[in-house]
């Protein structure tokens, strides 16, 4: 099986190299190659109804929070998203070379390396390649009091290449490209509640933690056609296709499994009256997996969405009223339908009440879940959620030069939201997530803040309370909770920037109101997520830059996922380079 999955790896890696990917992006310095965008069925200026130029959010340019960056089980979330030439880690200017490259080594074994160049780079032509590289190798405490004492050692080894291409044609682009991923990782977490309960091995003995077992591999396909945005009948069609690979199931001697998808978005719209647009778009999902074994819980299933919608745009005022029709079939079918409204009020010469509510299919495919938690139950299928409602009110100001502030409350019902609970199998690897299907309800209320002066100082703060309402079961166990997600999230950044070539960056994130479920037993607080991070960078001319990290300042021990400790105090040091 090992020789044949060698084989599958290589052919994928010949296939990367023969394929190209798009998707592009604009700035106001230049035309920029991105991995992927995320798709908005309404189509050109209606997905620009919750924007008046009038209120300006401050540019920010900082390096974005990167808690205990490897062994948080959240990571591929970042999935080593092609970065533009010269702002990988430092914040060096854009120059109009065409190739970028960043290295960083620290602590823990961790690894950092991007690398990407622009092969083509014109008004019409836009072609590029791109690598990224994360690792870590390092031994790691656990939290638990009853394992306090054991060491084990987290590897992971994730990389991500592809190409890029874009054609501008007279009144259209031509988008299409291909990515390749391959991930190594061990499930390192606490293998049981207590170390009596663990009775696979000898206390003394985790071989199964030890070893770089589980492997992910992904291929992604994908091309499309869109108009120009200011064409009088706007189009857009999008198609892609997407293979995620388990090497193994839940243990070396079990083959894992495969998924397949096949995924089109289709959007057409037009102007009329100056000021009104009417639309529609649609998007669908096709899941097919191939199982090495007879496992009736991934079932074949097919997602689609419907959306029209129509806009118009006053003064000082815009509104979007459309309509989702969804549709899961397999053994979640359901059909629903949920609101597509949005609206803008100019109330003052720099503030905006706004207002959105829309719903939405959540596929909770096997790469979608690995993407945002890499450790869950490989031959766990997680059925698909349904969002009836997902509202937000708010109101946004730059009511001072640099100052801008957003005060928001909002209100979602999701059915089947997914919580992760650890699993701790009695053969096999020993610590998994599992996807506990629940329906959810959460009240949400927040503040942002940002200030910026000049190109000197610039602070960001923002607040949210989550109060969640998770539905009752007869004769669970426990009064069930929305495990793993934070009642409270705080973050602050600071830049200061004492000449023009040194940034100073200090990142803080703190949540709180985590618990999580071990299995049969009973809830369980988890300790709160409370980082500090430090990031200076310094460009010694328009090639060469140079930074350094100091990650969990305040020497913390927490965990995202029960049984799975992030890294304590770590540093990282490297170089960014254009050219």
């Known amino acids: 099986m090992k020789t044949i999955y060698n084989i599958k790896a290589f052919s994928l890696l010949v296939l990367l190299t023969l394929s190209a990917s798009v998707a592009s992006q604009e700035n106001n310095v230049s035309r920029e190659m991105t991995l992927e965008r995320e798709y908005d069925p309404s189509v050109q200026d209606a997905n620009k109804v919750n924007t008046l130029p009038a209120v300006k959010e401050p540019v920010i340019s900082k390096i974005p929070i990167d808690y205990s960056t490897f062994t948080i089980a959240g990571e591929p979330q970042r999935e080593l998203d092609i970065l533009p030439s010269g702002s990988v880690m430092t914040d060096m200017k854009y120059n109009n070379r065409r190739g970028y490259l960043n290295l960083g080594v620290g602590t823990y074994l961790n690894v950092n390396a991007d690398a990407g160049y622009h092969i083509l780079s014109t008004d019409k032509d836009q072609l590029n390649i791109f690598f990224s590289h994360r690792s870590t190798s390092g031994n790691l405490k656990y939290v638990q009091d009853s394992w306090d004492s054991v060491k084990v050692k987290a590897k992971l080894n994730d990389n991500l290449g592809g190409i890029n291409f874009r054609h501008q044609f007279d009144r259209a682009a031509l988008k299409l490209g291909a990515k390749y991923g391959y991930s190594s990782y061990n499930y390192y977490g606490v293998p049981g509640p207590t170390p009596q309960t663990y009775a696979v091995f000898p206390s003394s003995e985790y071989p199964l933690l030890d070893e770089t077992s589980q492997v992910n591999q992904l291929i992604k396909i994908n091309g499309g056609v869109e108009s120009d945005e200011d064409a009088a009948v706007g189009y857009v069609v999008d198609l892609d296709y997407t293979n995620f690979s388990y090497k193994y199931g839940l243990s070396e001697d079990r083959d894992g499994i495969t998924e397949h998808s096949i995924g089109g978005k289709l959007g057409l719209s037009g102007g009329f009256g100056g000021n009104q647009r009417i639309g529609i778009g649609a998007k669908f999902n096709y899941f097919n997996y191939s199982l090495p074994y007879d496992n009736p819980v991934f079932e074949n299933y097919f997602e689609g969405t419907l959306n029209p919608y129509y806009t118009v745009e006053g003064d000082s005022w815009k509104v979007k009223l459309g309509v989702k029709a969804m549709l899961i079939t397999g053994d979640s079918s359901k059909f629903f339908v949920s609101p597509d409204i949005a609206a803008e009020v100019l109330v003052g010469t720099k503030t905006v009440l706004y207002l959105v509510a829309d719903g939405d299919i959540g596929s909770n495919s096997a790469y979608q879940l690995s993407r945002e938690n890499r450790y869950i139950n490989p031959e766990n299928r997680v059925m698909a959620s349904r969002t009836w409602l997902d509202a937000k009110v708010g109101l946004k100001s730059g009511v001072a030069p640099g100052f801008w502030f957003n005060l928001f409350g909002g209100y979602k019902i999701t059915d089947k939201d997914y919580f992760f609970i650890p699993n701790f199998p009695p053969q096999g690897f020993a610590n998994v997530s599992d996807a506990l299907s629940l329906n959810s309800k959460r009240l949400q209320g927040g503040l942002e803040m940002k200030y910026a002066y000049q190109n000197t100082f610039e602070i960001m703060l923002k607040g949210v309370y989550n109060n969640w309402d998770i539905e009752e079961k007869k004769n669970a166990p426990v009064e069930y909770k929305a495990y793993g997600r934070p009642e409270m999230e705080f973050t602050a950044g600071i830049m200061v920037r004492p000449i023009d070539d040194l940034s100073l960056n200090l990142d803080y994130y703190l ?69």
């Open 511 to 579: 949540a709180t109101g985590r618990e999580t479920y071990v299995s049969g037993l009973k809830n369980e607080k988890l300790k709160n997520i409370n980082e500090l991070n430090f990031t200076g960078s310094y460009n010694f001319n328009d090639t060469f830059g140079a930074y350094v990290k100091l990650n969990n300042l305040l020497f913390q021990k927490y965990e995202k996922l029960y049984g799975y400790p992030l890294q304590g105090f770590n540093v990282m040091v490297g170089i960014n380079l254009n050219f």
